[in-house]
């Protein structure tokens, strides 16, 4: 038997236990069990193997997460060590451990000012989770239990818990479960492309910031407890906002006392330039959720910070916080983390997406702009949406229907790229170890993908 057939026979057998026992998330399982499930075996910098030996390079990070790349020993070794020392203890029973108290101080000297007290979670659905029940908790300590309604926006993706996904703005993730629950209230997002026309951006960031000043005074400010949203819009489609937009948020929430949560679970550690979403659009929350780029993906974990007058709400309560999870604070997720931090510093990767290849990359994707298909280009540090339109002349969508940026994200595996389809957006999220060379093949592949999109619409290339 070859090795290309023993190689093959081994993906069957993958395929073939995974539709038997594997229920993917985001997936439609028939169908998926029908074609059979493609096995990552390896990866290593910005590059994945799979089970058939085909390279691809990484353009989203895996979910927007692995920062550092791929294949760094140290923070295995980091692992091993904590797993050696000590694989687990809990946070309960007035109990900490080294790992889990560093790594609380570290996040608090790269946070935004005032963000100074943590609490741990294991994954961004986990914390945006824990930040609701924090803002709820935070109003009854302050007599005000009738504070309870969380406004967040159109589009937003905020986690797939029974409220994080009830905070999410993408309607499909409801009807299935019977969401969203009663409390959650949803405003139009900032979406120039697609909602903005020829309005002046700035004007326009500003008219839909007042959209959540109109809806406090609907529903009553003493009833808003809260404003959730990312700094960027993620997966809702990568959307950027205008400079004028997030000033004009933060003065509408101080206007009608409305606690600020800002979700950084996919702008966080480097991702916009800067250690956050918040440094780079000057967002001072009052509660902020992160994961994702905090080990790199490498363990699950994920974490709340408390502003000032939350913190010190809670530090001062004088009663049991009844809340925490078996694995908050865990210690060999935690070593991972402050091994992660410590890298993204040394290597003053931060500084080198706002300075070097954030720049680069964002050059180097905005010569797309000329394809026949793309109607806008955007992005900041390492991200990018590049969206693709019927007419770009006109701005013109195609029939949802048809499902191009489906068509297009299939072009891209089978030639060697992982670029993200978010309706017909296509989007990239690549490691912040990325090089210019890389840049380069990935707009080089993404275009060549483009036009195999163009000829099975039947559409021109040129």
Not at 231 to 243: K, N, Q, V, Y
Request: proline share 5%.
């Amino acid at each position: 038997m070859s090795s290309t057939t023993a190689t093959h026979n081994l993906t069957k057998h993958w395929q073939e236990l995974d539709a038997r026992h594997h229920i993917h998330p985001f997936t439609e399982t028939q169908a998926l069990n029908k074609k059979g499930v493609r096995v990552i075996v390896k990866a290593d910098g910005v590059y994945l193997w799979d089970s058939e030996g085909n390279r691809l390079i990484d353009g989203m990070s895996g979910l927007w997460c692995v920062n550092v790349g791929y294949g760094r020993a140290e923070l295995a070794e980091a692992a091993a060590q904590a797993m050696r020392q000590l694989p687990y203890y809990n946070a309960f029973f007035q109990t900490t451990n080294p790992y889990a108290t560093e790594l609380a101080a570290k996040l608090a000297s790269i946070l935004p000012e005032g963000l100074d007290r943590i609490v741990y979670a294991n994954s961004g659905s986990e914390a945006n989770d824990t930040a609701l029940k924090f803002i709820r908790y935070y109003w009854n300590l302050q007599g005000k239990k009738d504070k309870k309604i969380h406004i967040s926006r159109e589009y937003a993706y905020h986690g797939v818990t029974m409220a994080a996904a009830s905070l999410s703005g993408l309607t499909p993730m409801h009807p299935q479960f019977d969401l969203p629950l009663p409390g959650f209230v949803k405003v139009p997002t900032v979406y120039w492309y697609g909602f903005g026309g020829d309005q002046d951006p700035d004007a326009y960031g500003i008219s839909v910031a007042r959209k959540l000043e109109e809806k406090i005074l609907e529903l009553g400010p003493d009833k808003v407890a809260s404003f959730s949203a990312e700094p960027i819009h993620g997966a809702g489609g990568l959307m950027f906002p205008p400079d004028s937009y997030w000033p004009e948020i933060q003065r509408i929430c101080r206007k009608y006392d409305v606690l600020l949560h800002v979700d950084e679970v996919i702008t966080g550690f480097g991702r916009t330039g800067r250690w956050f979403g918040s440094h780079t659009y000057g967002i001072a929350p009052d509660i902020m959720s992160m994961a994702k780029g905090i080990s790199s993906g490498y363990q699950p974990i994920s974490a709340v910070a408390l502003g000032k007058r939350m913190g010190d709400a809670f530090a001062t309560a004088n009663e049991e916080l009844v809340h925490g999870f078996t694995w908050s604070g865990h210690p060999v997720a935690c070593a991972v983390s402050l091994k992660n931090l410590e890298i993204i510093e040394r290597e003053r990767l931060v500084e080198r997406v706002h300075d070097d290849i954030g720049p680069y990359f964002q050059k180097a994707v905005a010569s797309l702009a000329d394809h026949p298909l793309v109607g806008e280009v955007r992005g900041k540090g390492l991200l990018a949406a590049i969206e693709l339109v019927k007419d770009k002349s006109q701005r013109t969508f195609f029939d949802r229907q048809i499902d191009v940026g489906t068509m297009c994200r299939n072009h891209c595996f089978s030639n060697g790229l992982v670029m993200r389809a978010i309706r017909d957006t296509m989007v990239l999220s690549p490691p912040l170890i990325l090089t210019r060379e890389q840049a380069d093949e990935i707009v080089r592949l993404a275009r060549y993908c483009f036009d195999q999109t163009a000829k099975q619409l039947g559409l021109p290339t040129k």
